[in-house]
């Protein structure tokens, strides 16, 4: 069963301070990786997508790793801000006979604070 | 803002009805999915359509249905609502070359069903 395992689930650090969420998942074949940050109530916005090949992408303060060998990946938020206060959500994709199909982890809920 | 739209923001039923959810597409993609995301979970994913034709399921009965149409808009039909089909709906929109699901998908702010 294609799964995506978030950790923590929950996370408080205060503005200024640099903090790393992690992503493990078990779905094959692996296509793609997508990082999303979504506000309360808001839908999910994209932050990045890795590929097989990629080992490292950077989106301003935002950098995710992708280790597809332990199938494994981070996403490390550099000197956090307030508006970073949101959740933020793997995504892995996987290519099968039916097309493709995306699997959500649950999210790290980060909340920062002064 | 994401230039994707969706229809009606919030929407109450009661059980057993059937309901029709609305999204509009960026300009120039021709690719939408649809995702249910329940209170505290991350979303779930329901179907995509890639140029008007399915291109993936996720675990989701057949009374979940849906359509592209030409200008790439696209409809969430949802028939014998059940209690646990409240949720906050999402689509996204892309630009799949391959229909293989690599390109960035942009979400729209989603419809919240509620059913009674």
């Known amino acids: 069963k294609n799964q995506v395992e978030q950790s923590p689930q929950s996370l408080i650090i205060l503005e200024g301070k640099n903090c790393t969420l992690q992503?493990?998942?078990?779905?094959?074949?692996?296509?793609?990786l997508r990082w999303y940050k979504q506000d309360t109530g808001r839908g999910p916005v994209s932050l990045t997508i890795?590929?097989?090949?990629?080992n490292t992408k950077s989106n301003g303060r935002y950098t995710a790793t992708l280790d597809a060998d332990t199938k494994q990946s981070s996403l490390h938020i550099t000197a956090s801000q307030l508006s970073d206060s949101a959740s933020y959500i793997c995504?892995?994709?996987?290519?099968?006979?039916?097309?493709?199909?995306?699997?959500f982890g649950t999210g790290t809920q980060l909340k920062v604070e002064l | 803002e994401t230039g994707v739209t969706q229809s009606p923001t919030h929407l109450i039923k009661t059980r057993g009805q059937q309901v029709t959810l609305r999204c509009s597409s960026q300009?120039?993609?021709?690719?939408v999915s649809w995702y249910q995301q329940a209170l505290g979970q991350g979303p779930q994913f329901i179907f995509q359509y890639y140029r008007e034709e399915e291109n993936g399921r996720g675990n989701f009965p057949p009374r979940f249905s849906g359509l592209q149409f030409p200008n790439y808009s696209s409809e969430l039909n949802v028939n014998a609502l059940e209690l646990d089909d409240s949720a906050l709906y999402l689509c996204?929109?892309?630009?799949?070359?391959?229909?293989?699901?690599?390109?960035?998908?942009?979400f729209g702010p989603g419809t919240r069903l509620t059913v009674l």
């Open positions: 300009s120039g993609h021709n690719t």
């Open positions: 995504v892995v994709s996987a290519i099968t006979g039916g097309g493709n199909k995306l699997t």
């Open positions: 890795m590929t097989f090949s990629e």
């Open positions: 996204a929109s892309s630009l799949e070359t391959r229909g293989w699901g690599a390109d960035t998908q942009y």
């Open positions: 992503c493990n998942y078990t779905v094959s074949p692996f296509s793609n």
